[in-house]
């Protein structure tokens, strides 16, 4: 007989939190340089994001809270022992999943922070403008080289997810991720706090408003095209100047 039990697990800050970053991520890298404020407007709501997110997981709710996540050895070296184990349900993470989580978190931030160093070192801008950087990097290719292990971890989340779909179909994996119940699994609710629900709050305002105030702002320039824009507005005024001879 199937289980019924429904136990919720991810609050609506998380999954706000999972569908944001996955838009701006994907935003991030379709816009390149093709749409550079764009670009990096996108890549200050993902750095946000995950400044918050590691904040959150030493003061957010059980579940989401860095404590729950299995990855002590004896949790990773059980799981990868039987991971198809069907009565094992984990109500929060499970290990490999933490594991993953983890490093997406943390690649995250490396990609926003060479993205940014890239900006200072090809275009003087952003917030890392000031910084005197290491003569010998090109900061460029460390990020491009960031954003592909970024795109290994991404892939490896999916194809956890769909092994987990696979494994345990009762449990409503995907389907948490836009209810947050999790089904055939016992636990109690998370809940928040007052204090939890204000740090919400600015969790999502803050991206929203620093992708809007960058999007709004002064266009960003790497050196190469603003020299480009000087050059063919200097090559016009000489036309025009020529003309009016």
């Known amino acids: 007989m199937e289980n019924k039990t429904k136990t919720y697990v991810w609050g609506i800050p998380t999954r706000l939190f999972h569908w944001m970053l996955v838009v701006s991520l ?13 670009h990096v407007a996108l890549g200050y709501a993902a750095g946000l994001l995950i400044i918050m997110r590691l904040c959150w ?6 579940y989401s809270h860095f404590r729950d996540f299995p990855i002590g050895i004896k949790s990773l070296s059980g799981f990868f022992k039987e991971p198809g184990k069907p009565g094992k349900v984990y109500t929060g993470h499970n290990p490999l999943a933490s594991l993953v989580m983890l490093g997406i978190l943390v690649m995250v931030l ?8 890239t900006l200072n070192q ?6 890392l403008k000031s910084i005197t950087l290491p003569a010998g990097i090109e900061f460029k290719e460390v990020h491009e080289v960031c954003v592909q292990i ?13 092994s987990d779909l696979i494994i345990h ?8 991720m836009f209810s947050g119940y999790k089904s055939g699994v016992t ?26 105030l960058t999007l709004t702002g002064p266009p960003v320039q790497l050196k190469e095209e603003a ?9 016009n005024s000489s036309e025009e100047e020529k003309g009016d001879d």
């Open 227 to 235: 020299e480009n824009e000087s050059t063919e507005m200097y090559e």
């Open 57 to 62: 997981g030493l003061i957010g709710p059980q």
């Open 122 to 127: 090809e275009g003087g801008q952003g917030l």
């Open 150 to 162: 970024m795109i290994g971890l991404a892939i490896l989340h999916l194809i956890g997810l769909i």
């Open 187 to 212: 636990g109690k609710d998370a809940e928040m706090s007052t204090f939890q629900k204000v740090f919400s709050f600015v969790w999502i305002a803050g991206p929203l408003l620093a992708f809007y």
């Open 169 to 176: 179909k009762s449990a409503s994996v995907l389907k948490s």
């Open 110 to 117: 490396v990609v926003v922070v060479t993205g940014l160093l």
């Open 26 to 38: 994907i935003g991030a890298y379709i816009a390149e340089e093709d749409f550079l404020t764009l």
